[in-house]
């Protein structure tokens, strides 16, 4: 059974950072793509950064503005998505989530809040 359980989110003020960690079971972590995702209130999800197996490609996307960096420990079957210079655009519940289509499996989700 697959399973993803995301942990480090909070409560940040603008600038801050938090790292969000994805610990993964059930599957043959080193081999798959992982990627995080984000949903703010009245939003749709979207893509935040993936991370290839063996991390050969890793990409977040432009609006982060060089804001996040995804990485993977694959000993520790855990996949991070370091955010810094947080801004209150960036609140949103933050998932954790691997396979496409019907493989799809997703995490329960980590609140991260940006305010002062």
């Known amino acids: 059974q697959v399973q993803l359980v995301e942990s480090g989110g909070g409560w940040v003020q603008p600038g801050g950072s938090l790292r969000l960690a994805c610990t993964a079971s059930?599957?043959?972590?080193?081999?798959?793509?992982m990627r995080w995702y984000r949903q703010a209130p009245g939003k749709e999800r979207e893509l935040v950064a993936a991370i290839g197996a063996g991390s050969t490609l890793t990409g977040t996307m432009d609006f982060h503005e060089g804001r996040f960096a995804i990485s993977r420990d694959d000993a520790k079957n855990t996949v991070y998505l370091q955010m810094n210079n947080l801004k209150p655009e960036d609140t949103a519940t933050y998932y954790c989530?691997?396979?496409?289509?019907?493989?799809?499996?997703w995490g329960q989700g980590t609140q991260v809040t940006v305010s002062s």
């Open positions: 989530q691997t396979g496409l289509g019907s493989n799809a499996h």
């Open positions: 059930g599957f043959s972590f080193l081999n798959q793509t």
